[in-house]
């Protein structure tokens, strides 16, 4: 599906007509383990807990909206990935999904290396201990001053996307007196089977180098070349919230062809090859996410046979996840305020956040679920659109679900699987005061990123 925001506002007709809703869930009180984070239970009493502690007595502690991260979960997801790729393969968790010193901290005791793209999440990495030969630094127009600066720290790797980039890193390496461990970020020619505005290994894009025209082989040819350079490996990324583990053969194939016409020309086999991120999560009952140790497999198991036909030594391999790690772990606590019946259509229920803590519904029109999580109850489902408290009409957080009907103000709801891009994207619109995530772990609960307050918004605006 191919859609954009009318910059001038609301996109009321695309907003207003489908009807994606299922028919209501057999039991509206269930949790399904597949989109909730992993210690998330009801209680005796009907109370949702995380990490052991009830979402009511957090919300009295940390208010709403927030984000409530399950710490063991991400540790687990952290693990699995890990121990599903072994040592002969690295996995790169990419930090735009959400990154915040704690979780630099956690990358590290669970043995993860981090991806970052930009020179704050560099800061934010170094600045939380993340050796800088840990870290990639990706992105499509970094700065002179980014480069030098990932150089100085001597980051393990630049991912180099365009021709410029690879002169212009180049360049300041040798200015800076260092050979930079470099990839070259290829575009495969793979759709990869997700909404267009998140896939990104067709041509028509801003990422990376084609390999169709010989131009990643042209680029290769010029990384070779420079002195300031060490090229070690191709980096593909074929797209987001991925199901299908057949993009991610043909983009292997792809780059392994590449490898071998690397050593037919230059006598070069390049050691390593990165396939991205992109694997998918359940953001409701309906999808069906891989676990790592099939990923793991599946992609091991295609780079090895295209290795072994093209007489190549088969080289490191790296991955990428954000969302796979940190999507299931958090998920959203709200208040609910106004409830609007609109007669034969269906309930506006508004909450205390919206668009500016999870920009997704609006952005990607991503699916999400919703669960009353304060108390159970045995009334009737209604059907429910859960927007935001901004003024704008596509403030939608979750387009269509089930609540029960006799859902009042004062009642908590809860979003899951907002772990991935939504503190991340997430914006002032409104003047809205970004909500703090609280990691929640064995009957234990910290802010890891506060609540924003009025106080820092004013800081900014200098009057
Ligand atoms: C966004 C991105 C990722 C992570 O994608 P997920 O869908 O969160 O797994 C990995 N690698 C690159 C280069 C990216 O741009």
Not at 83 to 98: E, L, M, Q, S, T
Not at 261 to 281: A, K, Q, T, Y
Request: hydrophobic fraction near 40%; glycine fraction near 10%; aromatic fraction near 6%.
């Amino acid at each position: 599906m191919s859609r954009s925001a009318h910059p001038a506002g609301p996109r009321h007709a695309d907003v207003m007509t489908e009807g994606h809703y299922t028919a209501p869930p057999a039991d509206l009180n269930a949790l399904d383990g597949k989109v909730w984070a992993r210690t998330v239970t009801r209680d005796e009493d009907g109370t949702v807990t995380v990490g052991g502690i009830e979402v009511t007595r957090l919300a009295e502690e940390f208010g709403t909206p927030a984000y409530f991260l399950d710490e063991s979960d991400f540790r687990a997801r952290c693990r699995a990935w890990a121990d599903a790729f072994g040592r002969d393969a690295d996995v790169f968790y990419a930090g735009k999904a959400f990154l915040s010193r704690a979780v630099v901290r956690w990358l590290q005791e669970e043995g993860l290396n981090l991806d970052v793209c930009s020179g704050g999440e560099l800061t934010t990495a170094l600045d939380a201990g993340m050796p800088a030969e840990r870290i990639a630094f990706h992105g499509n127009n970094k700065t002179v001053a980014e480069i030098e600066r990932a150089v100085t720290v001597g980051v393990g790797r630049i991912v180099l996307d365009s021709f410029q980039e690879i002169a212009r890193v180049a360049h300041i390496a040798q200015r800076l007196g260092k050979r930079q461990r470099v990839q070259i970020r290829v575009t495969v020619g793979v759709e990869a089977h997700t909404h267009e505005f998140i896939a990104t290994a067709h041509e028509d894009q801003k990422f990376g180098i084609a390999l169709a025209g010989g131009q990643a082989a042209e680029a290769v040819r010029r990384a070779l070349a420079l002195d300031g350079l060490e090229l070690t490996g191709i980096h593909s990324h074929i797209g987001s919230q991925i199901f299908d583990m057949a993009g991610f053969e043909v983009s292997a194939r792809r780059v392994v062809q590449l490898l071998a016409e690397v050593r037919d020309e230059h006598g070069v086999e390049l050691p390593e090859i990165d396939l991205g991120g992109g694997l998918g999560i359940a953001y409701t009952s309906e999808d069906d996410p891989r676990e790592p140790h099939e990923i793991a497999k599946a992609l091991g198991d295609i780079v090895t046979r295209e290795c072994e036909a093209a007489g190549l030594a088969t080289p490191r391999i790296s991955v990428e996840p954000g969302r796979a790690i940190v999507g299931p772990t958090a998920f959203t606590l709200y208040e609910v305020g106004t409830i609007k019946p609109l007669e034969g259509l269906r309930t506006y229920v508004s909450v205390d956040g919206g668009m500016s803590d999870n920009i997704r519904t609006a952005l990607y029109d991503a699916e999400y679920t919703v669960a009353l999580v304060s108390r159970t109850s045995d009334a009737e489902p209604m059907l429910v659109r859960v927007v935001g408290k901004h003024c704008e009409s596509g403030d939608i957080v979750v387009k269509d679900a089930f609540l029960p009907s006799d859902l009042a103000p004062g009642d908590l709801i809860a979003v899951p699987a907002t772990g991935a891009y939504c503190r991340s994207m997430a914006s002032n619109y409104n003047h809205a005061l970004r909500p703090p995530v609280v990691a929640v772990r064995d009957g234990g609960a910290r802010v890891i990123v506060r609540r924003e307050t009025e106080e820092d918004l004013l800081r900014l605006d200098v009057g």
